[in-house]
């Protein structure tokens, strides 16, 4: 009886805790992370420490939840695991300015330096004798420090300022850092928090790079230089940062399962502690309003603290209001070409043959053309033609040259199923989608990716022809490709969906088919299969794009240390650069046309005038809590912003988005009704206020603008400003007057102001809504 009643009792017992692990375990899917926002001036007498008032603060809601990480620098407040009633109920407690779910961010993803000309600049960066002293902060994947882009031979000690940390790990102990590459840290906690335990058996829970990508954007911005550098044998050169002399710190904040704001948030309060200059984010998430925007917020801290935050514009164009990070107080980055290309031709049967480019530096195809096919003719799956995984015949593709459709699955794991086929070769054929953009890859097979028209051409050879043959000749690395730059198609576009009256992106930087140092972890194309190791990778995105201008920052900051970070951007944009010396604006691959400011902002990035602008926009942080008031955001969304407790507006003053001193112009016109109403016309009123940098001198003013159904008048009051010293300012009023026109018309042009020896240019865009 007793061995039975023992038995009984375990049993009851076991059944109670299986019911209380499925409960914690259902508590615990119904958990999200949260980001809560506190007003540091309201914390209670009875408390001495913030951590210990934010700790009481989730206690009173929650008997289980734990803090993640507690913020101090860039933002006031903690993150933690919530259920949604437990998320409500804290917002409602004394102190909490807002609690914002959790954001899960994505990665935007050599010759460099003589297409920007830096090699223009190295004078005055040695004259300087602060080079060394500026730090680039990358928020990435990490970095692998054995990279010959992060050694340290010429640089002189560590500068006594930095607080930065060398974190280890079983793989990156404290000798991983160098006098080049100066901090490295990883945050975990939000990504574990909601994915789980890191894998270790396939990324490392330390600061080093199993992907790659952090690697690539943090040897782009502040790489030094390293002869002999390539791909394969591709873009074979001397590959260097933007600032090759500046210091680097690495804070991997993404994983593989992606970038989480908490992380990110923590990874930006470290930097900026730190004693980083310049931060450089290659990701995103979309876009949402500034309070509730955690890079924006994170931005805003450390733009205050005298850091430029620098950020991709996103990768989800040529459709427009697709861009990330549109913060005013963000440096927002689209991407170009270089004039540097890697041909890969194919030749038909018929003798005619088509431009494509690739990578691939294996065994060449035989000399006599294959048979080709068209891989949705070599399928019995609706989603043949896109050559995913298990979709191909082996008996219709094996020994020939497959063409497949972009799409869907990642270009190269394409020819990978290709191979997989028995195919000898593939030739990637873009869509209506991707039209004529090429990004070269470093194919697994014979391969060669070609544009929209000349795929439907080779598809129609197909076709018409009953014994169609192709083969791939490979032409290497070629330079001084004309026109250059020109606009990516990936590159997301404006207009600005949050505020349409600030023009984003801000500018373009090269962002195709770029050279950096890669991870030692995975081979070129990323795929489990590819066994190749290389040095350096060619990859392309808004992501390559983003650490060009923050390394060129950084150069900025080591000759100008004074400047702001609004002065910093406002030289980068204002010497930016929208047509060709021919006159021609920037050709945009997407549209066949030129580029317009809600493609390019300001342009192309010119380094050697940007160093020596003339006038510059400044702005400070009343400036940005002015823009905030005008529109309209509450006491508690500006305390979430700008860590302002208490912070009201002014009623007695007239706030106005247009009186942002920035250095670009996107004028909104309202139509009645949405329809045009003849010949009334609307003026709008922009005012800046430009600051001398340079010597004494007059500037005399230009403005124009081209609008398709209507002429636009712009009126610069006064039209000429004369400065007698450096650093004294000027305000003048851009007066914009244009008829109604139909809701959606646009309009684009450009207002200048030079002295004879500077250029300083600012984009206009015009809508009517």
Request: with cysteine; hydrophobic share 35%.
């Amino acid at each position: 009886m007793l061995h039975q009643h023992s038995t009984m009792t375990s049993t009851l017992i076991l059944s109670v805790l299986v019911l209380l692990s499925a409960t914690c375990h259902v508590l615990a899917s119904n958990r999200q992370t949260y980001i809560v926002h506190m007003a540091k001036s309201e914390m209670p007498a009875k408390f001495t420490e913030h951590h210990d008032w934010y700790h009481s603060s989730l206690q009173s809601v929650s008997d289980s939840a734990k803090i993640l990480y507690s913020y101090n620098t860039v933002v006031h407040g903690f993150s933690t695991r919530l259920t949604e009633e437990e998320a409500e109920a804290l917002a409602d407690q004394y102190g909490v300015l807002s609690v914002n779910p959790e954001v899960r961010y994505e990665l935007h993803t050599t010759r460099t330096p003589e297409f920007l000309h830096l090699d223009k600049t190295d004078g005055m960066e040695t004259q300087s004798g602060t080079g060394t002293d500026v730090v680039v902060g990358v928020l990435d994947t990490g970095v692998w420090p054995e990279r010959k882009s992060y050694d340290d031979s010429g640089f002189g000690p560590v500068p006594a300022n930095w607080k930065g940390t060398c974190q280890t790990g079983k793989d990156f102990n404290s000798s991983s850092c160098n006098r080049k590459l100066i901090g490295a840290q990883f945050f975990s906690k939000g990504y574990e928090a909601s994915m789980g335990p890191i894998d270790e058996t396939k990324e490392s829970r330390s600061p080093r790079d199993n992907d790659g990508h952090g690697t690539h954007t943090s040897s782009t911005a502040a790489g030094s230089p390293v002869s002999d550098a390539n791909l394969l044998g591709y873009a074979s050169g001397t590959a260097r940062g933007m600032a090759a002399k500046a210091r680097v710190a690495a804070y991997k904040v993404c994983w593989a399962g992606g970038c989480f704001s908490s992380d990110i948030l923590a990874g930006m309060e470290a930097a900026v502690s730190d004693g980083c200059h310049v931060l450089s984010l290659s990701l995103g998430g979309g876009s949402a309003d500034y309070y509730r925007d955690s890079v924006a917020i994170g931005a805003f801290s450390a733009m205050e603290k005298g850091v430029l935050v620098s950020c991709s514009a996103g990768n989800a164009g040529p459709s427009p209001s697709t861009l990330s990070n549109v913060a005013p107080w963000i440096t927002t980055v689209g991407a170009g070409t270089l004039d540097r290309d890697f041909p890969a031709y194919v030749v038909l049967g018929n003798g005619k043959n088509y431009s494509g480019v690739s990578l691939y530096s294996g065994k060449p195809l035989p000399n006599s053309p294959l048979p080709l096919i068209y891989a949705g003719n070599a399928t019995n799956s609706s989603s043949g033609s896109l050559c995913m995984p298990n979709t191909l015949i082996p008996e219709k593709v094996a020994g020939k040259i497959v063409l497949c459709d972009r799409g869907i699955n990642a270009r190269v794991q394409k020819g990978y199923v290709v191979n997989g086929a028995g195919g000898a070769g593939m030739v990637l054929a873009n869509t209506a989608a991707n039209g004529e953009e090429l990004v070269a890859d470093a194919h697994l097979i014979p391969a060669t990716g070609v544009g929209e028209k000349a795929g439907n051409a080779i598809k129609s050879y197909l076709t018409s022809d009953p014994n169609p043959t192709a083969t791939i000749q490979f032409g290497g690395t070629q330079v001084n490709i004309r026109p250059s730059p020109v606009m990516a198609a990936f590159s997301s576009r404006g207009p600005n969906t949050i505020t349409p009256e600030i023009l984003k992106p801000d500018l373009i930087a090269p962002g195709v088919n770029i050279l950096a140092a890669w991870t030692g972890a995975v081979g070129p194309t990323g795929l489990s299969v590819d066994q190749r190791r290389v040095e350096f990778n060619i990859i392309s995105g808004t992501s390559m794009s983003c650490p060009h201008v923050s390394g060129l920052a950084a150069l900025i900051k080591s000759i100008h240390p004074d400047w702001s970070p609004a002065a910093v951007r406002s030289a980068l944009m204002t010497t930016a650069y929208s047509s060709y010396s021919t006159g021609d604006g920037i050709f945009d691959t997407a549209t066949g046309e030129a580029a317009t400011p809600f493609d390019i902002g300001a342009g192309h990035v010119d380094p050697p005038n940007a160093v020596d602008p003339g006038l510059v926009y400044d702005l400070t942080s009343e400036d940005y809590l002015d823009f905030l008031c005008a529109l309209n955001y509450t006491s508690y969304q500006i305390a979430a912003v700008a860590k302002r407790s208490n912070y009201t507006c002014d009623s007695t003053k007239s706030y106005a988005v247009s009186n942002l001193n920035y250095p670009s112009f996107s004028v909104a016109f309202a139509t009645a009704n949405g329809e045009a109403t003849g010949s009334a016309t609307t003026t709008v009123k922009h005012v800046r206020t430009v600051t001398n940098v340079g010597a004494a001198g007059v500037y005399k003013a230009t403005a124009s603008a081209k609008v398709d159904g209507g002429a636009v008048s712009i009126a610069v009051e006064p039209s000429e400003l004369s400065f007698s010293k450096s650093g004294e300012k000027k305000s003048y009023t851009v007066s914009f007057t244009a008829p109604s026109l139909p809701s959606g018309s646009t309009g684009f042009g450009q207002l200048v102001w030079s002295d004879g020896k500077h250029i300083v240019a600012s984009p206009i865009a015009l809508t009517w809504t």
